[in-house]
Nanobody
Framework: HVQLVESGGGSVQDGGSLRLSCKFS????????MGWVRQAPGKGREGVAS????????YYDDSVKGRFAIWQDNAKATVYLEINYLRPEDTAMYYC???????????????????WGRGTQVTVS
């Protein structure tokens, strides 16, 4: 049974920073791709960053490269998303997501994930 719980969203000014956290509980017999997906009002879900657990293999959407960073702390069972130089167009609900993956794989598209958290809102003004 997979559980994902996000935290860390909030309202920030243009150019500000936030750190999102995703506390995860997964089947330790499987290996997972984990990532962050966002959905802005009136738009579809967009995969922004992904990581293959236990490695430093990552993926970033072009729109966030150089501004977002994803990493994990296995001891804390947490995946983080550091968001810097926030822009109003980054305003969205941010979801933590996971999927059972082949070795070394990362996920670009939102529809590649099997499991979802409830989301945390990020608002930039």
């Amino acid at each position: 049974h997979v559980q994902l719980v996000e935290s860390g969203g909030g309202s920030v000014q243009d150019g500000g920073s936030l750190r999102l956290s995703c506390k995860f509980s997964v089947d330790t017999n499987s290996r997972y791709c984990m990532g962050w997906v966002r959905q802005a009002p009136g738009k579809g879900r967009e995969g922004v960053a992904s990581i293959y657990t236990g490695t430093d293999r990552t993926y970033y959407d072009d729109s966030v490269k150089g501004r977002f960073a994803i990493w994990q702390d296995n001891a804390k069972a947490t995946v983080y998303l550091e968001i810097n130089y926030l822009r109003p167009e980054d305003t969205a609900m941010y979801y933590c997501a996971a999927a059972v993956c082949a070795v070394g794989r990362v996920i670009a598209a939102a529809d590649g994930y099997q499991y979802w958290g409830r989301g945390t809102q990020v608002t930039v003004s």
